[in-house]
């Protein structure tokens, strides 16, 4: 996506508790509010907020709600890179995406997948992926037109 010089590297550990939303937002905005409009900060924490509640909800459902969640926010001059590494069962993003999109002619209503939609529409490119480390990786990454 352009210039990889690292402006902004932040990591977030949380549990598993829709609690901790609050401070994962607020983490966002002092790692960012210097670097994003107000409307790409908007649209990252949307994005972020459903990347971690569909953690919270669906891949540590089973899970203790002591089981970490990490957030990492990366800033490059022209993209951002938001990531959630979850300990669920991994998932096909690209298939579940796709069964969602041809439930209903409209995909909004259905309200089980509808934060993955919101992710989809809000950054640029999407990507979950299994790690070496037996973690899931949600990786969203959109594009920044201010360069510094």
């Known amino acids: 996506m352009g210039d990889d010089t690292l402006v902004v590297r932040s990591h977030l550990q949380v549990q598993t508790d829709l609690n901790a939303l609050n401070e994962i937002l607020q983490w966002f905005e002092k790692q960012t509010s210097t670097v994003l409009s107000e ?23 089973t899970l203790l709600s002591t089981t970490p969640i990490d957030l990492e926010v990366t800033i490059f001059p022209h993209y951002i890179e938001m990531r959630i590494w979850d300990l669920g069962q991994p998932f096909d993003l690209e298939q579940t995406l796709q069964y969602v999109r041809h439930l209903h002619t409209d995909p909004l209503a259905h309200e089980g997948s509808r934060g993955l939609l919101f992710m989809q529409k809000l950054t640029d490119e999407l990507f979950y992926t299994r790690t070496e480390d037996e973690r899931n990786c949600l990786l969203m990454r959109k594009r920044i037109s201010k360069s510094f």
């Open 39 to 61: 409307d790409l900060s908007y649209q990252c924490k949307i994005a972020l907020t459903e990347g971690f509640t569909n953690v919270v909800r669906h891949a540590h459902r």
